[in-house]
Structures are given as structure tokens and as C-alpha cells.
Nanobody, 124 residues
Framework: QVQLVESGGGLVQAGGSLRLSCAAS????????VAWFRQAPGKEREFVST????????YYAPSVKGRFTITRDNAENPVDLQMRRLTPEDTAVYYC?????????????????WGQGIQVTVSS
């Protein structure tokens, strides 16, 4: 089992920045990677970014590439998502997920564990 807890969400004006953190505990050695997804009202859960535990490979959705940065220092530290130049279109509940193997990192169905989610609201 892996437990994930998100923190750092809130309200920010357009053009501003926020930093989200995903703290993982439990059997983290069984996880291949951690990712951030988001879900706006009435929409499907959407891939944002992912990072692999072992070698730190990162992938980003085109809509956030160049604005968001995903990082992790080691298995004991949270996986952070630094978000810059935020727009109202970034408003959503952001979820942290963990998956046990590679492949289809953009597909939420490949993730075994999820956090509770945290609200990010960007005002215009």
C-alpha cells in the first residue's frame, strides 16, 4: 500500500505561482513513478506531469510544459509540482497518483494509488 497526501493548493491570481507537494508513505519501493493529474468540473481527469522514482525522468502535458516543473529529491521527500504563469484554465482539483510500472503514464487507469486531491483556483 502507498499513501499519498497532497498539500499547497489554494487561490492565486492569473500570472501567479503555486507549489504543490505530494508526500508518499508506505510501500513506496513498489512504485515506479508518481504523477500529477487534474480534474476540472464536468471534465475527465487529465494528465499534468510525471516523474520516475529511480532515474527522475519527467514528462509533461503540452498545456503545462514550460510553466510547470515536477521534482523529487529522493524517496523520503515529497514530489513537488511548481506551477508558474497560472491561468484560469489551470483551475481544477489536482491529484497525486502512483503507479507500479512503466507505460501509458498519461492514462489515469494505470495508477494504483491516489491522494485525496487538492483545489487550485486561478482568478482572472
Amino acid at each position: 500500500q502507498v499513501q499519498l497526501v497532497e498539500s499547497g493548493g489554494g487561490l492565486v491570481q492569473a500570472g501567479g505561482s503555486l507549489r504543490l507537494s505530494c508526500a508518499a508513505s508506505g510501500s513506496t519501493s513498489s512504485s515506479y513513478a508518481v504523477a500529477w493529474f487534474r480534474q476540472a468540473p464536468g471534465k475527465e481527469r487529465e494528465f499534468v506531469s510525471t516523474i520516475t522514482w529511480a532515474d527522475g525522468f519527467t514528462y509533461y502535458a503540452p498545456s503545462v510544459k514550460g510553466r510547470f516543473t515536477i521534482t523529487r529529491d529522493n524517496a523520503e521527500n515529497p514530489v513537488d509540482l511548481q506551477m508558474r504563469r497560472l491561468t484560469p484554465e489551470d483551475t481544477a482539483v489536482y491529484y497525486c497518483g502512483a503507479r507500479g510500472r512503466s507505460g501509458r503514464y498519461y492514462d489515469p487507469r494505470t495508477y494504483n494509488y491516489w491522494g485525496q486531491g487538492i483545489q487550485v483556483t486561478v482568478s482572472s
